[in-house]
C-alpha cells in the first residue's frame, strides 16, 4: 500500500558525512510517521531519528548532535544528513513509516547500506 524507497548510502571515511533519502509512494502528510533504523551484522535493528506529521522529532542518543532528520512535503520524502560519522555507524539502515487511516499500518524500505571505513 505504501512503498519506501531509499537512496544515498555508500563507503564515507570516519569523520565524514553522508545523506540519505526516503521517497515514499503517497503523500506524506498521510504518514504518521516516517524515519530510520539500521541493523548492523548480528545486531539487532535499532532506532536511528523519527519524525512526525507534526514535526515533532526523537533521535539515538548515539546520533544526538550528528545526525539530522528532517521532512519535505512537497517530494514527500524525509532526509537523514550524517555527519561526523563513525566506524560503529556501519550497518544496513532501512526508511520507516506508520500510515494513518487507509494506509494505517507499518511499512519499510529496501534498506541501503552505509560503510564508515577508512
Known amino acids: 500500500q505504501v512503498q519506501l524507497e531509499e537512496s544515498g548510502g555508500g563507503l564515507v571515511q570516519p569523520g565524514g558525512s553522508l545523506e540519505l533519502s526516503c521517497a515514499a509512494s503517497?503523500?506524506?502528510?498521510?504518514?504518521?510517521?516516517m524515519g530510520w533504523y539500521r541493523q548492523a551484522p548480528g545486531k539487532q535493528r535499532e532506532l536511528v531519528a523519527t519524525i512526525t506529521s507534526s514535526s515533532t522529532t526523537n533521535y539515538a542518543d548515539f546520533v544526538t548532535g550528528r545526525f539530522t532528520i528532517s521532512r519535505d512535503n512537497v517530494r514527500d520524502s524525509v532526509v537523514l544528513q550524517m555527519n561526523s560519522l563513525k566506524p560503529e555507524d556501519t550497518a544496513v539502515y532501512y526508511c520507516?513509516?506508520?500510515?494513518?487511516?487507509?494506509?494505517?499500518?507499518?511499512?519499510w524500505g529496501q534498506g541501503t547500506q552505509v560503510t564508515v571505513s577508512s
Open positions: 520507516y513509516a506508520e500510515g494513518y487511516r487507509h494506509y494505517k499500518g507499518d511499512y
Open positions: 503517497v503523500n506524506i502528510v498521510r504518514l504518521k510517521v
